[in-house]
């Protein structure tokens, strides 16, 4: 069923039952207001025989002319409603018996005023009682009519409100009935499509392209389901055609990027290339050695500039001439036979030094390296050389040769002088200290033996002398320490470095003890193994090590540091302290030999302590070098060759130690 | 904050316009109309049974329904309706007592409207050590009050219901405000007597005397009364007039404390004198056919008591005038007709 079929149904029926229904009420509640009028009637009824009778009372007693006046008012009021009734109202029946009684009333009172009014007889009283009894039954007969009236109208109206109620309850129960009817085909024809049309239009709208609701009904919403099946399937159909155009679309446009690439490939390939042989051109021109190139003919099809300068000749007379005709007489027929060697591929290349005339007739060195040009399919096309003018180096070289040869003759005549020269030392060493030996025993014997005849200042020259013998034995052993060094020294190779600073330390002892010094020895010095002499290392780092504690500063305690760090190969270490500092200015000086900066009476020493110490550095390869803050402390770097591959901070060794 | 929008000179100008129209529309009825207003002179009797009177009065209402009501001031209802017979006034407040002796002497005025009524209003007071207790206690005593009054008339009845003659008792007549010393003095036993002079009496001789229960045998009523050809001449006024009147009664049931305020300010009594008496007041516009039984039997009273000239009984119905009631509140008219 339509919708609107099902609607016009409703309404149709509603129409239908709302116009019986009120056509009821209507014509009930006309009846009730028929029966209220009425009943309004019988209550006025009722109140004017209600003053009739009060009235009638009164006068009995009283006869006044007031009373008689308002009963005949009142009678006639009552008259007037009994005469015109209310239309259509009940208990009309009664109506002829009320005027009968109303008449009856007026002639009985009217009787008892004209008694009231005559002379009074004897008579007269009994008359009047009896009128007025009948009065008053006349009047009891009255009000009995008009509460019939009242009543029939109580009876129409509670029959009336009975209908109403009938009426009302049908209206009800079948607007119910037609709600209900009405809500079911609603849910039937309306609710339920509309849920099935959305369910199926979500499914198609989540992708469910296939979704169709097929036949749903004759309903509109049945004919809306045709419809979207109908608009499905357009749909569908413009999807497929679209999906494909799209397709095709899609591999054009990647075929034309793909040819677009291409291109852009083939064009940047251009530009490389382009660039490449300009490049090349530009190398080929700014080289500084001469490139030719030679068809398999020994003819000379390209040179560049340089080799036009190198040969004094212009390109256009190099080109076309024979490469050999270039080459001195001498090496020509052999350059020939190489040259034609390496066209017949029986030699890969050719790379020597060989004599070439200039076109000014002046021969020159080349060093010639030449090679096969060979095509794509392995045909030879010719050769490519290239000469390097090695005139000057060849001339470079034989001046060498002569040097190292006077060089070698210097050298060996040197070492002669050297070891002389040591020899002479060794020995004036040791035999200068047989007299100094002499002169401190004769000395010891004059003062055991004369010693009473000299008076104090005789013994204070005999300790200067003796002193001054002392000392020069201790210049002699120095000098002879210093030139053992080169000479006499044990084979260096590797060492720990940390071992032999703790027997330095040994030897150092009393002194550290005397000092009351801390000297700590860095842990990344366990780490240091060095290409050295260890005596001459040991004696190096006593050295250093004493000096930091000799010249430390009265203010505070001496306090040494021994550290080291990798660096190029080798080990470079410090030995830092907090003593007394050194100038700037005595940097240098200080490394030579009986150099001192200080009196003997400040300071103890021959001066030749740090002279030993650059010697043993030297010796070693090293350098030996000293910061230092005059009052702050002073730090001595050397460095020793490092035995072995050397690990650098990344390795785990310590990192670099900041400048003293 | 809503901010108060700055109205534009030619809002402004527009407003003005419409002010000046209604203003228009308010004062030029009012203008025409006080201009036309009937001028009705009221003899108003200064107790507080003329309440709903006083009170139409101060609130304006005659005014608003289109008369121009002056009060004049008087002291007795005897005296406010000779002021109207004397051409003083066009309208009198009174109780119906006072219609009754006047109907013996003319029959040219009638009541229009009954505006209160009052079962309560009349008391019997007895000295404390006189031992009357009930009304019946009352033969053979001598009470005094005010002659040809409705207190007089109340005595009657009371007596009449007891099964007494006048000549049972022994009656003493004096003015209202002597009635109080004559119990004092041992003049009286006991006095029938109208408020305020009971309450009066009562403050004064505080718990000496005491007001005796009786079964209330008279509704003392407070009426309107003018001349018929006023009434005849000036139906509208007169509508208005009771129009007023029923306005007035409905603001007194509704401000009881404000109408006696303006009660006592009027007739120049305590506000506590006014508020006790103000209990056993019905505010009523009513035209009742008992006020016809009741002008009756006052009047066969007076008859009896000689306290009027002649021997026949007046036709009330000719001393009632309710077409006016009848036309604006026909309920409130329940004479037979």
Not at chain 1, 335 to 351: C, F, H, P, Y
């Amino acid at each position: 069923m339509r919708i609107s079929v099902l609607l016009w149904i409703a309404i149709a029926v509603s129409s239908s039952v709302t116009a019986v229904t009120g056509t009821v009420v209507y014509t009930t509640l006309e009846q009730e207001k028929h029966a209220g009028r009425n009943d309004e009637y019988a209550d006025r009824l009722a109140d004017g025989v209600y003053h009739l009778t009060a009235l009638t009372n009164e006068y009995t007693v009283h006869h006044s002319r007031r009373v008689e006046r308002q009963w005949l008012v009142r009678h006639a009021s009552v008259g007037t409603m009994i005469s015109s009734p209310p239309v259509g109202g009940f208990g009309s029946a009664q109506l002829p018996q009320m005027a009968e009684h109303h008449a009856k009333l007026g002639e009985l009172f009217q009787r008892v005023v004209e008694l009231n009014q005559a002379p009074p007889n004897s008579g007269s009283e009994v008359q009047e009682a009896a009128l007025l009894e009948q009065l008053r039954l006349r009047i009891g007969a009255l009000a009995e009519q008009v509460a019939a009236v009242s009543n029939a109208n109580r009876d129409g109206i509670r029959e009336a409100e009975r209908q109403i109620r009938v009426a009302s309850w049908i209206f009800v129960l079948t607007s119910v009935l037609v709600l209900l009817a009405t809500f079911s085909g609603v849910v039937v024809l309306v609710i339920r499509p509309l849920e099935y049309l959305r369910i199926g239009i979500r499914r198609f709208g989540q992708g469910e392209r296939d979704y169709r609701f097929g036949f749903a009904g004759h309903s509109e919403i049945g004919a809306v389901a045709t419809a979207f099946d109908r608009m499905a399937d357009t749909l569908y159909d413009s999807m497929v055609s679209r999906r494909e155009l799209l397709k095709e679309i899609d591999e054009r446009k990647l075929v034309e990027g793909q040819l677009a690439d291409a291109v852009r490939e083939a064009e940047l390939i251009n530009a490389n290339l382009r660039a490449r042989e300009e490049e090349l051109r530009l190398i080929y021109d700014a080289s500084s050695v001469a490139i030719f190139f030679v068809n398999t003919d020994g003819i000379i099809t390209h040179a560049n500039r340089r080799m036009a300068t190198m040969f004094g000749s212009p390109p256009e007379q190099l080109i076309g001439s024979e490469y050999v005709a270039h080459v001195h007489e001498t090496e020509r027929s052999e350059g020939r036979a190489r040259m034609l060697a390496l066209l017949a591929s029986d030699i890969q290349s050719v790379d020597l030094e060989r004599r070439y005339w200039r076109g000014d007739g002046v021969e020159f060195w080349g060093h010639l390296t030449g090679q096969r040009m060979l095509t794509e399919t392995g045909q030879t096309l010719g050769l490519v050389g290239v000469i390097e003018d090695i005139t000057a180096r060849r001339s470079a070289e034989q001046g060498l040769a002569a040097k190292t040869l006077e060089l070698e003759k210097l050298n060996r005549d040197l070492s002669a002088s050297n070891a002389e020269l040591e020899q002479f030392a060794y020995v004036a060493s040791h035999d200068l200290r047989e007299p100094l030996r002499m002169i401190s025993s004769y000395l010891s014997l004059i003062e055991r033996r004369y010693g009473h005849h000299l008076d104090h200042d005789g013994h204070i020259f005999l300790d200067f002398a003796r002193d001054g013998a002392k000392r020069m034995d201790q210049l002699v052993l120095d000098l002879l320490a210093f030139a053992r060094i080169d000479n006499r020294g044990d084979p260096i190779a590797p060492m720990p470095i940390f071992p032999v600073l703790q027997l330095a330390l040994i030897h150092l002892k009393a002194a550290i003890d005397d000092s009351q010094a801390e000297v700590t020895i860095d842990e990344t010095v366990q780490a240091a193994v060095v290409m050295g002499d260890p005596v001459q290392v040991m004696r190096l780092c006593q050295n250093l090590i004493g000096n930091a504690l000799k010249y430390s500063s009265p203010e505070r305690p001496p306090s040494v540091l021994i550290s080291c760090r990798p660096i190029d190969g080798a080990w470079e270490f410090r030995v830092a302290d907090n003593g007394i500092g050194i100038d700037a200015s005595h940097f240098d000086r200080i490394f030579g030999i009986f150099q001192r900066l200080h009196t003997r009476d400040q300071y103890e020493g021959t001066g030749i302590g740090l002279a030993i110490c650059k010697k043993v550095v030297e010796r070693h390869g090293g350098r030996i070098w000293v910061e230092s803050v005059q009052d702050k402390g002073s730090t001595f770097f050397f460095t020793l060759p490092a035995a072995g591959e050397v690990g650098g901070p990344e390795q785990g060794m310590p990192a670099p130690l900041p400048a003293a | 904050m809503a901010r108060r929008r700055a109205a534009s000179p030619r809002e402004s100008g527009w407003h003005w316009c419409v002010l000046l129209l209604l203003a228009l529309i308010v004062m030029l009825p009012r203008q025409s109309l006080a201009a036309e207003r009937p001028l009705v002179r009221l003899a108003v009797s200064l107790t507080p049974l003329s309440a709903p009177v006083i009170v139409a009065l101060e609130k304006g209402y005659f005014e608003r329904q289109g008369i121009d009501a002056r009060p004049i001031k008087i002291i007795g209802g005897h005296r406010t309706i000779a002021a109207m017979f004397a051409g003083e006034a066009d309208i009198a407040t009174s109780s119906e007592a006072v219609v009754m002796f006047n109907s013996f002497k003319r029959d040219d005025f009638a009541i229009f409207a009954t505006f209160v009524s009052n079962e309560d209003d009349v008391q019997l007071l007895a000295r404390r050590d006189s031992a009357i207790v009930t009304p019946r206690d009352l033969k053979g005593r001598r009470i005094g009050t005010i002659r040809g009054s409705a207190a007089h008339f109340f005595l009657s009845q009371i007596l009449v219901l007891q099964g007494l003659t006048p000549s049972d008792v022994s009656i003493a007549y004096f003015q209202p405000e002597e009635l109080a010393d004559a119990l004092a003095s041992h003049a009286v036993d006991a006095v029938s007597v109208w408020q305020p002079f009971g309450l009066i009496a009562q403050r004064k001789m505080g718990d000496a005397i005491v007001a005796i229960p009786h079964e209330r045998a008279y509704i003392e009523t407070f009426n309107l009364i003018a001349r018929r050809d006023f009434i005849a001449g000036n139906s509208k006024a007169i509508e208005a007039m009771l129009r007023g009147l029923i306005l007035a009664n409905e603001f007194i049931a509704s401000h009881p404390q404000e109408s006696q305020e303006l009660v006592s300010k009027f007739i120049n009594q305590e506000f506590s004198l006014v508020r006790s008496l103000w209990p056993t007041f019905t505010f009523e516009v009513t035209l009742k056919q008992w006020l016809l039984a009741t002008l009756d039997s006052e009047a066969r009273w007076a008859m009896a008591e000689h306290l009027v000239e002649g021997n026949s009984l007046p036709d009330y119905l000719d001393f009632v005038s309710y077409a006016a009631l009848e036309r604006i509140q026909p309920r409130a008219v329940t004479i037979y007709r």
